[in-house]
């Protein structure tokens, strides 16, 4: 299927709205189907309902009228089916009863409206106004999205928050500067985006690019990796190899997760900072280099030095410029826009078609507080994309834990209660590790500390566990 392109949607956003009329008894469809053509509509008529799902699961239908009682179902479930196959339609159930109660659970069900049979015409006609006005602002708001999309990546960075502006600003005034900086900010909100965004905007952007990741490797493959190798320099080293200093020389090398990195790496790093030199491993030869170092951590390096971990005279070297990069709850009014370039990149990819969310997905989006940040968003969009039968992305189409409602950061504060630090860093561990499914690893890097500082948390708290244990047997036998 190709891409959503800006014609389409304008095309959209101006579309004679199609009506598919659902009523078991044929004279009555024809009959309301005339008169909606009438009043320049494109109408469809079906007595069975399943046919109506079926025309609606093609994509050519916007609303759909059904009776309440279609014979082989109600009208509620029809609603149901309805709204699976497209979250998109705009459903008008049509019944004789005039319970206040029908109507209620019906609008609660996600239809558009609940009207009187036989027809009240003029109250269909304002109703069915009202919603060709609310269809072609929703394509228009898509639509302008999509423009805005073009105009608001600021060298690849969405976004149009007051916090992602700061961080535009930011990069701008650094990057014309040929000086070292650090990026900080959690895990998955952008950095590496922004190393970019650095990068291109930089005089040296004709340069080279390397990218660096100093917690996937072990200390001697590290510095292989960063200053090169002779032949022969270890087992293995079949051949001689310029490290990344050297592929990048002239242009800029991007350390990421610095913070994980071992202090003995930290001291060879410092050398090559402070002499701008280096020297493959295995050659006593010294190489001038000169390169623009930018150096990302979610960690906070200035209590990395106080606990020991980093040291002093390389945290001030490469924090001579920070960036930082806000998390996603920080900028949630972002969502929309990220949202809308994902799907573009992944309706690519998977050569979809997918226009959007319905708008209880949406509300679900702008709610969750998103702790794994941009990356995390991606992610879901990218797989509901790859998933969703529709072509609007629905509550089901999301992950379990985030189809759960989230209280809003105002109802959290609500549910504020006077506890001590310890006891909500207690808390708050455990959630994330739950969130985590266990996974110590990732619940460290979410938490911005060390795996060995959280292994310390539990054997604390084990310790803690025994002595209340014992105290209270202790107890028990006095
Ligand atoms: N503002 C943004 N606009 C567009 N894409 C973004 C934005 N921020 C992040 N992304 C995308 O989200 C993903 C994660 O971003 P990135 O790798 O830069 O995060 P990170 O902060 O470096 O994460 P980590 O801490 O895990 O290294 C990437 O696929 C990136 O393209
Ligand atoms: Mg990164």
Redesign the pocket.
């Known amino acids: 299927m190709a891409p959503i392109t800006e014609d389409r949607l304008h095309e959209t956003a101006q579309e004679t709205l199609s009506i598919s009329v659902v009523d078991p008894d044929v004279e009555a469809a024809e009959q309301v189907a005339e008169n909606l053509e009438h009043m320049g509509y494109v109408a469809f008529t079906a007595t069975n309902p399943q046919t109506a799902l079926d025309r609606l699961g093609t994509g050519q239908i916007r609303v759909v009228l059904a009776k309440t009682d279609l014979g082989t179902m109600t009208g509620l479930e029809f609603l149901e089916r309805a709204l699976e196959i497209d979250p998109g339609a705009y459903v008008i159930l049509l019944s004789s009863s005039r319970s206040m109660e029908d109507a209620v659970n019906a609008i609660k069900a996600g239809a558009y409206d609940f009207l009187e049979s036989p027809i009240h015409w003029t109250h269909l006609e304002q109703t069915l106004e009202r919603l060709g006005e609310e269809f072609s602002r929703r394509a228009q708001i898509r639509d302008l999205e999509h423009r805005l999309l073009s105009h608001l990546?600021f060298h690849?960075?969405?976004?149009r928050s007051p916090a992602?502006v700061e961080v535009f600003e930011r990069v701008q005034k650094i990057s014309r500067h040929f000086t070292n900086v650090l990026i900080v900010?959690?895990?998955?909100?952008?950095?590496?985006?922004?190393?970019w965004a650095l990068h291109n905007l930089s005089p040296v952007a004709t340069e080279r690019f390397a990218v660096c990741n100093c917690s996937a490797l072990v200390d001697t493959l590290l510095e292989s990796q960063l200053f090169g190798h002779v032949r022969g320099a270890f087992t293995g080293a079949t051949e001689t190899r310029p490290g990344l200093f050297e592929y990048a020389n002239g242009g800029t090398v991007f350390l990421?997760?610095i913070g994980e990195m071992s202090l003995g790496m930290q001291a060879k790093l410092l050398r090559v900072i402070e002499n701008r030199e280096i020297q493959r491993v295995g050659s006593p030869e010294v190489r001038k280099v000169s390169v623009r170092l930018v150096a990302?951590t979610?960690r906070d390096l200035r209590a990395e030095v106080m606990a020991g971990r980093f040291r002093e005279d390389l945290f001030y070297r490469l924090t001579t410029l920070e960036i930082r990069?806000p998390g996603l709850v920080e900028r949630i009014e972002?969502v929309p826009l990220?949202v809308q370039?994902f799907l573009k990149k992944y309706n690519h990819t998977y050569a979809r078609n997918v226009h959007g969310l319905s708008r209880r997905a949406q509300a679900l989006l702008l709610r969750y507080p998103w702790p794994g940040?941009?990356?995390e968003l991606?992610n879901v969009i990218s797989s509901a994309c790859l998933t969703t039968e529709s072509d609007f992305i629905d509550v089901s189409d999301l992950p379990p834990h985030l189809q759960k409602p989230h209280p809003a950061a105002a109802e959290l504060d609500d549910a504020w209660k006077p506890v001590s630090l310890d006891s909500l860093r207690r808390q708050h561990i455990a959630r994330v590790l739950e969130f985590c499914a266990g996974n110590r690893l990732r619940a460290a890097?979410i938490l911005g500390i060390g795996r060995t500082s959280l292994y310390r948390h539990f054997k604390r708290e084990a310790r803690l566990k025994a002595r209340q244990e014992q105290e209270k047997s202790r107890e028990s036998r006095a």
């Open positions: 990546d690849g960075i969405v976004g992602i900010g959690p895990t998955g909100s952008g950095k590496e985006v922004v190393a990421d997760e990302a979610n990069v972002d990220l370039f940040n941009v990356r991606e890097q």
